[in-house]
């Protein structure tokens, strides 16, 4: 557990403090608790880098942690009528379909290389957007309608587009698999023969 990873465990813990923030109505405490929480991502993936403390574990819980801060954020936004419900349907269902296919892979013994996509990076920072956006208007009255309705559409079309692409992607790399041949019986005197094995294409995702 290096210095990164514990960032990043502290930005899991953000996760129910802005929840709570929102649900209590301080949303002034839950932009900075937000931005707090960015900042953390941003630090922790510098130090990462920049000292090559990239862990398998890193590559897991960073993830995680920004997938369950925004879902948090956007599921308790919709409940209090803060975000239409269609957005955060679909911001939810693009997740559990991803991780669903993701774990689909594996139990079947064809796991994905999970590398992110661009329209995947453009979605994020958009739901990023959105999201810091309608807490900033709500806790310092800004009177961004306007600006957020048009934020709400662009973020709803990158969510269903960002699905649409893993999907495509994950169907191609579980295509890819050729069936294995029927067994045949050889004679010891036979040319000893290998099979190459299945062909296997990276999928790009989350």
């Known amino acids: 557990m290096n210095i990164p990873n514990l960032v ?15 649900i209590s109505g301080n949303m ?8 707090i929480a960015g900042l953390s991502d941003a630090l922790d993936g510098y130090l990462a880098k920049r000292f090559n403390w990239q862990t398998v574990l890193g590559a897991y ?16 936004l919709g409940i209090h009528g803060h975000l239409p419900v269609w957005l955060v349907i679909a911001v939810v269902s693009r997740d559990v379909i991803i991780i669903g296919a993701i774990l689909l892979s594996w139990i079947v013994g064809r796991p994905v290389n ?22 900033a208007d709500l806790g310092f009255s ?12 662009v973020t709803g079309a990158l969510t269903v587009l960002s ?27 036979d040319k000893a023969s290998v099979t190459p094995p299945a062909r296997k294409e990276p999928v790009h995702g989350s």
């Open 28 to 35: 002034q405490l839950a932009v900075i608790t937000f931005v």
């Open 61 to 76: 819980l960073d993830p995680v942690a920004d997938k369950a801060l925004l879902v948090s954020i956007y599921v308790v």
């Open 8 to 22: 990043t465990v502290g930005r899991i813990f953000l996760v129910p403090l802005v929840v709570w923030l929102i």
């Open 142 to 153: 800004l009177g961004l309608g306007m600006l957020t309705a048009i934020v709400v559409w």
């Open 114 to 135: 999970v590398h992110p996509l661009y329209i995947s990076k453009a979605n994020t920072a958009g739901q990023i957007f959105l999201a810091a956006l309608v807490m």
């Open 163 to 189: 699905a649409g692409a893993y999907l495509i992607s994950w169907l191609r790399h579980m295509a890819s698999y050729e069936a294995d041949p029927a067994p045949v019986e050889r004679s010891v005197f």
